[in-house]
Each structure stands twice: as C-alpha cells, then as structure tokens.
C-alpha cells in the first residue's frame, strides 16, 4: 500500500516536538570548522606567549635532564617526563579552549542550548546489520561520499595554493638564525592553515544549508496529519485528556494481547513484569509488554491465561524495564541474563513435551 505524500509544511507544534527529541539541522563540518578557526585564532593571538613559554620548558627540561643519576633512577625520570607532559599541555591548553570554543559556538548557532535526553538514548534497530547496510550503501552515504571528496579537493587545494606562495620566500631561509626561521615558518604555516580553515568554513555553510532542506524535508507532514492536529487543537483540554486516556487503554489492551505470543515473562514479584519474545527474525530478543505495579498484575494474568512462563528474576525485570523501551531490542550488557532465562524456558517446554 502506497504511503501517503508528505507535501504540507510542518506546523509549529510538530517542530516544537521535533526540537525536544533533539532532531534538528546540523552541520558537523560546521562545528569542525568552527573549532578550527577558534584554535587558530587562539594560536595567533598566543603565539609569541607559547614560543616562549616552549622556550622554557625546553630550557628548563634540559637543565634537569643533565643532572647526574637520573637516567639510573627510574623514578627520576618518569618524573621528568610528566612534568614536561604537565608543561607542555598548560603551553597548549589556550589554543585547546579555543578550539572547543569554537566549535561549542558553531554547535549552539546551530541548535541552540537545548538538552535532550531522547537524542541520548540508544537505539538498537541500529545494531541490525540488515539496516546497516542499507544505510552504507543508500543514496544518502553516497551524497556523504561525494561531499567528502570535495571536501578534500577544496580544502586541500587552498592549503596547496597557500603553501605555493611562501615556498619561494622558504627557500631564502637557509642558514637564518633559528629566531628568524622559526618565525617565518611559523608564519607560513598559520597562514596555510588560515586558508585550508577558510575553505572548509565556506564548505560548512553549504553543507548546513544543505542540513536545513533535508531536516525540512524530513519534517513534512500529509494532509491527514495537518487536519488531525487542527483537530485536536479545537479541542477543549479535558476532551483532549480523554481521547488520550482513551487511546493509552486501547495502546495497553494491544499490549497485553501481544503477553500471549511471548516466550516467557521476567517478574519482578509484586513490581515489575516485562514480557519477551525471540522468534529468530530479529538480531535479539524483544520487549513486547511491560509494566509496574497494577499493570504489572494484569500482565502475569495474562500470561498465567496463555500458560506463557513466568520466571522469577527481579534484577534483570528491573534492568529491563528500566532500560528497554516496548517493542526494542535487549541490549547487549543483557544477552546473556536473557539468554539464560530463554535457554530455561525453552529446555522445560522441551521436557514437558517429551513427558507428554
């Protein structure tokens, strides 16, 4: 059956719930490019301060390495190793700020402060390799691809064209005294880098408008959605909390009917009940029902009704309604726990059937 076409624009109420799943436009290269160009900056405005604080510590560094025994003393070295590895990340740490930054800056312009947890949690349809390779080798990966070659060719051809001009003026630098050298290829190389960075910001924008049209895209709706919200919308408040009273009832009578079908049913005494299911289509067990408390009363109902085991383990009920959301894929921290109970399960239905 032939999807419906999404040609409506999205309303502001479905891009209010699409911002607090954490779906929203964003351009990693944006953010990378941000995080450049605030490490440079950082770096130019630092530069003579870290020249000469590396001037220091080689100095200093050197001194302490000519005291007599410390190559023998195990302990001695090692502390001279750390202390340079001290010295040298507070040198750098100015030019890490900055960088991050940057990119903190780009990663706000972009979403704005907004934390999601939804946009934190797992999703394990990811872990099937099925859907994986969809992914790999669907149109987007390759829009992806081409991207990063021209990336490549545009970044890399700013950074050549900058390295082009100065290697003319490098090459008078033999024999210059170390200050005067150092300067100059530093110079050189910050104005490279300036470049290559000015290149990948211009591809950033791009690719954040390119973000943009597909999250647009992406959140499109049909004409029946754009209507169903109007409706609801037209509703007072307590007709509105009754429809979805009424819709929560029917979505848990669609769940307790799937406790039938379950392979076993994990308890957690009085508390906790979490139905599973393993039918061999998918890359694990799924959660199915799940509930606490009263509902986790009608769920062990149900399950007595269809003589669908019922097994006591309350840690992993506990783990699994705490971390498994209904209709997901166990995770992988709880394999083995599950595989254990169905093993159980499966070898008592077996031996049931041969005493039959």
Do not use: C
Request: proline share 5%; net charge positive.
């Amino acid at each position: 059956m032939a999807q419906p076409e999404r040609t409506e624009k999205p309303t502001p109420k479905r891009r209010s719930k699409a911002r607090r799943e954490g779906r929203v436009a964003r351009s990693a290269d944006l953010s990378a490019a941000g995080a450049l160009l605030g490490g440079l900056a950082a770096l130019a405005l630092q530069a003579p301060a870290l020249l000469a604080r590396t001037e220091a510590i080689v100095h200093d560094g050197l001194a302490r390495s000519g005291r007599p025994g410390l190559v023998a003393e195990g302990a001695g070295l090692g502390a001279l190793l750390a202390w340079s590895a001290r010295s040298f990340a507070a040198a750098a740490a100015p030019v890490a700020l900055g960088a991050a930054a940057g990119g903190l800056v780009a990663g706000v312009a972009q979403a704005g402060l907004r934390f999601s947890p939804k946009a934190l949690r797992p999703s394990f349809e990811r872990l099937n390799p099925g859907a994986g390779l969809k992914r790999l080798l669907g149109k987007r990966q390759l829009v992806e691809l081409a991207k990063s070659l021209a990336k490549l060719a545009v970044v890399g051809g700013a950074g050549a064209s900058a390295l082009w001009a100065h290697a003319s003026g490098l090459g008078a630098l033999v024999g210059a005294p170390p200050g005067l050298l150092a300067g100059r290829i530093g110079s050189s190389v910050l104005s490279v880098a300036v470049r290559a960075g000015a290149a990948l910001l211009a591809l950033a924008l791009l690719d954040y408008a390119w973000q943009r049209r597909l999250h647009e895209r992406s959140l499109r709706m049909t004409k029946d959605e754009v209507k169903r919200e109007a409706r609801e919308n037209d509703l007072s408040p307590e007709l509105r909390g009754r429809i979805r009273r009424r819709q929560v009832e029917v979505s848990r009578r669609r769940m307790l009917a799937e406790v039938a079908r379950a392979d076993v049913v994990v308890v957690n005494p009085t508390h906790y009940a979490v139905a599973l299911r393993y039918d061999g289509t998918r890359p694990a067990p799924e959660v199915v029902a799940k509930g606490a408390d009263h509902l986790a009363r009608r769920i062990r109902e149900a399950a007595e009704e269809a003589r669908v085991p019922v097994v006591h383990a309350p840690p992993l009920a506990r783990a699994l309604y705490r971390d498994v959301e209904l209709g997901g894929l166990i995770p992988e921290e709880l394999f083995h726990a599950v595989a254990e109970v169905l093993a159980f399960v499966f070898r008592t239905a077996g031996a049931r059937r041969r005493v039959a």
